[in-house]
């Protein structure tokens, strides 16, 4: 593995909510990109039926599809990006749905609108939903101490269940341990236990004290994801597909068991590796990202689901309210809430790992939701792509609330 002195490999990117470090700036087209299709869908129906894609009024004005077109195309063939899928949807405006760029590299298959990807970090937003749900049944209190739920965590008398879905419990991320880092991409398909994922972090101290300080740590959402079987009384795929994807009518949505990945999909490409050269990561096993990165969906789905975690559908109002309640970064035009974060108005999440990224937010002001997909997770001058896209999109369309980035640990 390509390393850079005291850089955290595997560190985790606020905004990117990346389980792995960049190992450094890929120049444009590494990944190759030419000969690229695109593909329009609204109304049209991939796998069948109404996608749910378009909007009611229509298009957008097509003089502003064809500035997002440009820009979109722009940041792919720069960036070196095979596949991208965008979503926005604006109502009394307009929706626009673009599928441009490759699924496979190799078959220059175009990339869909109706494909189904791993959506990495976006994974938090389900779980702490799910922990919102206990919440609201009062099986759970958000000030707990994790101790009450999972011995053997480094103060966790001290450490609440808020703070760690706020990012602030000080522990160790265990994504930033170089054993891990080992065995991860020694192994690929590898399955992990949530209990051998936390070994690797108990083993260090904690970075600060309890609430001092945001820190994006992957161990938080694995510590989450106990809480939820113990008060839930069930395996948190299980909980999570009964208590939070069926009440949100997500169908195409699903938190694996181990590799599998739904037909279609596009095939995704990383340089984190041990060698650093590109790989096909399609097949990876996302056991080690567990309840913080593991689930899989599609552009219908998240464009929905973006909405119930903005507004709350799924939880009481004063509990939607607590998860609303961000705090500082360190960042600017950045804070994060009870795993949710708000980016200059946009609320939501979006995820990273080898292979792909996503975004999924929602804009409250002017009731825009935004999708971005994308098949490779390969940073472009140390940017995250998804980033990028997400940025190019919102500069045109709600230049009042730009979607901006920026890194931690890197």
């Known amino acids: 593995m390509r390393r850079t002195p005291h850089r955290r490999p595997f560190a985790a990117a606020l905004l990117a909510a990346s389980v792995l470090a960049p190992m450094a700036a890929v120049p444009a087209g590494a990944v190759p990109a030419e000969g690229a299709g695109r593909v329009h869908a609204t109304a049209a129906a991939e796998r069948g039926g109404d996608t749910g ?10 003089r502003l599809s064809a500035r997002l077109d440009k820009a979109v195309e722009d940041v792919r063939r720069q960036a070196g990006i095979p596949g991208v899928v965008v979503g926005l949807w604006m109502p009394g405006k307009g929706s626009y749905v673009r599928a441009t760029g490759v699924a496979d590299t190799a078959t220059r298959e175009p990339m869909s609108v109706g494909s189904y990807v791993r959506i990495g970090s976006e994974t938090k937003t389900f779980t702490v939903t799910a922990l919102l749900e206990l919440v609201d049944r009062h099986r759970v209190r958000l000030d707990d101490p994790i101790s009450r739920y999972v011995p053997g965590v480094p103060d966790g008398r001290n450490i609440t269940l808020r703070q760690l879905a706020e990012m602030r419990s000080g522990l160790f991320p265990y994504t930033s341990d ?17 209990r051998e994922l936390l070994a690797y972090g108990f083993r260090h101290r904690n970075t ?3 609430g001092a300080r945001f820190e994006y ?3 938080n959402l694995v510590l989450l994801g106990l809480v ?6 069930q395996g948190l795929r299980d909980f999570v597909h009964r208590r939070v994807l069926r009440p949100a009518g997500l169908r195409h949505t699903l938190f694996p068991k181990g590799a599998e990945f739904p037909q279609p999909h596009p095939h995704g ?15 990876w096993n996302p056991s080690w990202a567990w309840a913080a990165g593991a689930m899989i969906s599609d552009l219908r789905d998240l464009r929905h689901w973006a909405e119930v975690v903005a507004t709350g559908t799924l939880l009481s109002p004063g509990t939607q309210a607590q998860r609303l309640k961000t705090l500082p970064t360190g960042f600017p035009g950045l804070s994060y809430g009870l795993g949710i974060f708000d980016a200059n108005g946009w609320i939501g999440h979006n995820g ?12 409250p002001s002017k009731k825009a939701t935004l999708v971005i997909m994308i098949n490779t997770d390969i940073t472009y001058q140390g940017q995250e792509p998804s980033t990028l896209v997400a940025n190019a999109v919102t500069r045109i369309v709600t230049p009042d609330n730009v979607y901006a980035g920026a890194e931690v640990g890197r």
């Open 53 to 62: 894609y378009g909007d009611a009024r229509g298009d957008l004005d097509p």
């Open 178 to 194: 170089a054993d891990f880092q080992h065995d991860l991409l020694s192994d690929p398909q590898r399955s992990f236990t949530p």
């Open 208 to 210: 600060f004290a309890p």
């Open 217 to 219: 740590s992957n161990t």
């Open 228 to 233: 939820v079987e113990k008060a839930g009384g």
């Open 269 to 283: 490409y990383t340089d984190q590796t041990l060698s650093g050269a590109v790989e096909d990561a399609t097949d």
């Open 352 to 363: 990273s790992l080898p292979g792909y990224e996503t975004v999924t937010v929602h804009l």
